[in-house]
């Protein structure tokens, strides 16, 4: 019984305590559904990192969850961060919570960068068996491409948009029942999993050609099941696991398949494998040694030599061939007999751990290497020499990301920015209103600029700006302003975007203790208040000196303000705290009442006497008989 109540009381304070602990997920005032993983980073030489940009797809289930009519915060899908780990967008409303997989920039569509994904499928794949996906800077869905329903479900390992940017590689898993002939057990059936690829237009979705291991590859090369392994069920052995496809310019495709231990070289000509660099019929002499790889591409290839990259894991969920997990760059010759492959770069994984499942490898514009470790979003530079420059990794350890990207990006959203504005104060003499501005998605917002205006009729009154501070930036400015709004501008001081206009938020003015000389405060006339000029646009310098007497107050009430915010922060952990006492003291008296109960029922059996005189219990143990 003890034993139970304090295992009880245990859960509960880990689940109440956990509604508290919010401290790995960012939370907006103007994306209130929103709940981003946050990033802890920290960077050992920053001079010499690449710019650029992290893209991120984060996902706590690798298949698709079931429909549920729970309310859910969206805090998968893709996701943008710069440098520091802030965040720039989130796509996890848009895609309404769904996985999203190998989230990247593309160039080759035209100007402007787009961004391409693979959309999973649904909990119900025949209703909705996933797409590729192509969007443009202003994060709208341009092309929306299926894979052909006799090819399956569309994949979530590779959606390869390639340089003609006319086609796009994707991976390919089809099921095919067998006997076990080449495993000497010509009488059993079993179900097999192949693995290929499909080359896709991009503008009609056709399948131009496509490839199978089934015809391929055989069976005794794979390295994940046995002559003795038990035979299952479609969709059957997963006997190859082919995880990533390249194409290069002469025509031919490079696949990695992580239960062969092998990356193939495919003939554009007539689909048969050209080579085998690794596991057990490998056609190369290696300085080097693989296992359960991800993400060859080519890095340079021509006729005879290639030098290709890949993210060697060295393991799986059970087994590990080496210590620590690396990115691998490797030359190979092929015009010489025996073939060679030596490793001319290995950037090791920085916590000297292994990347047991996922991941990739990706060389930067200046020759740095980015690797996403998969788990828990670890993600690292290397420069060229080996040095390495920076690690992060989710703070959450409940998320992954399958692959993880670094790109320079200019993103352009078409919506507004989204504010919040409310007002504060005790008297009319103490009065603030606090604006909350966000444009999820814009990359280029170096400040904020605020307007306000005596009705929607008024002109707007400019009252201040502030640097871009995060991806929610905060600012306060004197006064009761009930239309209001701001601007985003670049560092060159160009409008890029304006929000709708507002009305501020207010309390219940008798409930916070308003103290006015009416029962609820009047809005100022900004144009009084801030004497600015009739234009909303002029920023001259009667505005900059009113803006700089404003700040001396602005200064004081941000630092109020913040204050508030930690305080806010403080009840929200005093309110953890104290629903942990709370249950405590049930637990208390649950097990004071448990005792006194226990005390009594104690009390009254020993006093029933037997014929010797003795208590039953006592009378029991002294009979030299067996009931």
């Known amino acids: 019984m003890l034993f139970l109540s304090v295992s009880l009381l245990l859960w509960l304070c880990q689940t109440t305590l956990a509604q508290y602990s919010s401290d790995d997920l960012m939370s907006f005032v103007t994306l209130p559904d929103i709940r981003a993983v946050k990033f802890n980073v920290q960077y050992e030489?920053?001079?010499?990192?690449?710019?650029?940009?992290?893209?991120?797809?984060?996902?706590?289930?690798?298949?698709?969850?079931?429909?549920?009519?729970?309310y859910e915060q969206y805090q998968i899908g893709p996701h943008i961060y710069d440098g520091e780990g802030r965040l720039i967008w989130t796509g996890s409303q848009?895609?309404?919570?769904?996985?999203?997989?190998?989230?990247?920039?593309?160039?080759?569509?035209?100007?402007d960068p787009h961004l391409s994904m693979v959309l999973q499928n649904s909990w119900d794949s025949k209703i909705d068996s996933g797409y590729g996906l192509v969007l443009t800077n202003d994060y709208q869905v341009q092309r929306k491409l299926p894979l052909r329903k006799d090819l399956g479900s569309f994949d979530i390992h590779e959606f390869n948009i390639l340089d003609d940017g006319k086609t796009a590689l994707a991976t390919v898993y089809l099921s095919h029942e067998i006997t076990l002939e080449q495993f000497g057990r010509p009488k059993e059936t079993t179900w097999l999993q192949s693995g290929g690829y499909a080359e896709i237009d991009l503008n009609t979705a056709e399948v131009i050609q496509w490839w199978d291991s089934f015809n391929h590859v055989p069976l005794p090369e794979t390295v994940h099941y046995t002559p003795y392994s038990p035979v299952e069920a479609y969709p059957g052995w997963d006997y190859v696991h082919i995880n990533s496809v390249d194409k290069n310019e002469i025509g031919d495709f490079l696949i990695s398949c992580r239960f062969t231990n092998t990356i193939y070289l495919i003939s554009c000509m007539d689909g048969n494998i050209m080579w085998r660099l690794g596991g057990h019929y490998t056609d190369f002499e290696q300085d080097f040694t693989f296992s359960k790889q991800h993400d060859a591409k080519f890095i340079e290839s021509n006729g005879t030599h290639h030098i290709i990259s890949f993210l060697n894991n060295a393991?799986?969920?059970?087994?590990?061939?080496?210590?620590?997990?690396?990115?691998?760059?490797?030359?190979?010759?092929?015009?010489?007999?025996?073939?060679?492959?030596?490793?001319?770069?290995?950037?090791?994984?920085?916590?000297?751990?292994?990347?047991?499942?996922?991941?990739?490898?990706?060389?930067?514009?200046?020759?740095?290497?980015?690797?996403?470790?998969?788990?828990?979003?670890?993600?690292?530079e290397h420069a060229a020499d080996g040095e390495l420059l920076m690690t992060a990794n989710f703070t959450s350890s409940r998320y992954s990301s399958y692959r993880g990207y670094k790109f320079e990006f200019t993103g352009r959203p078409t919506a507004p920015p989204d504010m919040i504005a409310s007002v504060y104060g005790t008297d009319e003499t103490n009065m603030v209103t606090t604006?909350?501005?966000?444009?999820?998605?814009?990359?280029d917002v170096a400040e904020w600029r605020f307007y306000a205006q005596a009705s929607e009729f008024h002109d707007p009154v400019f009252i201040g700006k502030t640097s871009r501070s995060d991806f929610e930036t905060m600012y306060i400015a004197r006064g009761y302003l009930d239309w209001v709004s701001a601007e985003a501008v670049d560092v060159n001081g160009i409008v890029l975007g304006r929000s709708e206009m507002h009305r501020s938020k207010t309390p219940d003015w008798k409930s916070v203790g308003y103290r006015g000389k009416s029962t609820t405060p009047i809005p100022v006339d900004p144009s009084i208040m801030y004497q600015a000029s009739d234009s909303a646009a002029e920023d001259n310098a009667a505005n900059e000196s009113n803006r700089t007497s404003s700040d001396a107050v602005d200064t004081q009430t941000q630092k109020t303000t913040q204050i508030l915010n930690h305080t806010y922060d403080a009840i929200r952990s005093i309110g953890g705290i104290f629903s942990f006492v709370l249950l405590l003291c049930v637990f208390v008296g649950v097990m004071a009442c448990y005792m006194v109960i226990r005390g009594w029922r104690v009390r009254v059996y020993q006093r029933l006497a037997t014929e010797d005189g003795l208590p039953g219990e006592r009378a029991h143990l002294a009979s030299p008989h067996e009931d």
Not at 326 to 333: K, P, Q
């Open 45 to 70: 030489n920053r001079d010499r990192v690449s710019p650029g940009y992290w893209f991120v797809a984060p996902y706590l289930h690798i298949g698709p969850d079931p429909p549920s009519t729970l």
């Open 94 to 111: 848009q895609f309404d919570n769904r996985n999203v997989f190998d989230f990247k920039v593309v160039n080759s569509l035209g100007p």
């Open 315 to 380: 393991s799986d969920e059970e087994f590990n061939e080496e210590n620590i997990s690396s990115s691998l760059f490797v030359e190979l010759d092929t015009s010489v007999k025996p073939m060679t492959a030596k490793a001319i770069r290995r950037y090791n994984r920085p916590d000297r751990q292994l990347s047991r499942l996922r991941g990739n490898t990706q060389v930067l514009p200046n020759d740095n290497v980015f690797t996403c470790w998969s788990k828990e979003g670890y993600i690292s």
């Open 435 to 443: 604006f909350w501005v966000s444009w999820n998605g814009a990359t």
